[in-house]
């Protein structure tokens, strides 16, 4: 049984870690509530673009793709995959549910485009280091990296990141790109999900939508098509890394909140071996004193 003195340590040391992940499970609290407000005040104007260009695709005709260069569909040589992940760690498995996610869809699409043709190439853009470390320790080929985006990135932010995947498929170094990210459910659930993001899907309508109201487009509903479809692509990357921030920082206070729980009862049963140490040790001495005085 370990000594008195050094379970005391091993209490203070412990009671300090708990000190640390308490704060810590307080301010991923107030930033989760402030993240969780951000999703779902983007999430209404993302619903009604989508819907929006689900009119305007349906308006413009069938044909639509071949004349807007992020529609165009073409044999699948190389993949790319654009991978949102958390810039800091102490979140549970929320970076590695994402990394499995990016790595499991990759092969899939993969040997489904195999089927096809050639087996194709894979090619990744991280964004957020615990991301960026994977795919690098996994020695996959990285274009680009984007860290350090903040608790409150801008459209900006996320238009940088679409430009890097608008880029490469329009000049040809990927002919499609899916988006994988970690999407907010609720407080206790982060699903990981990966959507295609080019070439871009119009969305569908649901069934009685599409004729319930009748809009007139000026110039032209292909035009406006056309000119929204990169902020479309912008929005949803946008939508992305909202809802992966929202993911994190609801990760991390649940985890911070389990290592605290740990903690307080580490601490109580060290307290209690420290208890019985102490009072085996005090009944020793008091055998010792009893069998002296007995020996004189």
Do not use: W
Not at 10 to 23: G, H, L, P, Y
Not at 65 to 80: K, S, Y
């Amino acid at each position: 049984m370990p000594s008195v003195l050094e379970l005391r340590r091993r209490i203070r040391s412990v009671t300090n870690t708990a000190k640390i992940t308490k704060a810590m499970q307080m301010v991923a609290s107030s930033k989760m509530r402030r993240a969780q407000e951000r999703v779902q005040q983007s999430r209404p104007y993302s619903e009604q673009l989508r819907a929006l260009v689900s009119r305007l695709a349906n308006a413009a005709g069938e044909d639509i793709g071949e004349g807007v260069a992020l529609l165009r569909q073409r044999p699948v040589r190389n993949i790319g995959f654009i991978v949102m992940t958390p810039d800091r760690g102490l979140c549970g498995a929320l970076p590695s549910n994402i990394n499995r996610k990016a790595m499991s869809t990759a092969l899939e699409q993969q040997n489904s485009f195999a089927q096809q043709g050639p087996r194709p190439g894979i090619n990744f853009v991280a964004v957020g280091r615990r991301g960026r470390d994977f795919i690098v320790r996994t020695q996959q080929h990285l274009i680009a990296e984007f860290t350090n985006y903040g608790d409150r990135p801008s459209i900006t932010d996320a238009s940088a990141i679409a430009e890097v995947a608008v880029d490469a498929f329009l000049k040809g170094e990927v002919d499609v790109v899916y988006l994988v990210y970690a999407k907010f459910i609720n407080t206790v659930t982060q699903q990981p999900v990966a959507v295609q993001l080019l070439p871009v899907q119009p969305p569908t309508e649901e069934q009685g939508e599409q004729q319930k109201t009748e809009y007139i487009y000026e110039p032209d509903a292909r035009s406006i098509f056309e000119a929204l479809i990169p902020r479309y692509v912008d929005v949803l990357v946008y939508q992305a890394l909202l809802e992966t921030i929202a993911s994190f920082f609801s990760a991390q206070m649940v985890a911070m909140k389990n290592a605290s729980d740990n903690a307080n009862e580490l601490i109580q049963d060290l307290t209690l071996t420290m208890n019985k140490a102490r009072q085996a040790s005090i009944t020793t001495q008091i055998l010792e004193v009893v069998a002296g005085s007995g020996a004189l």
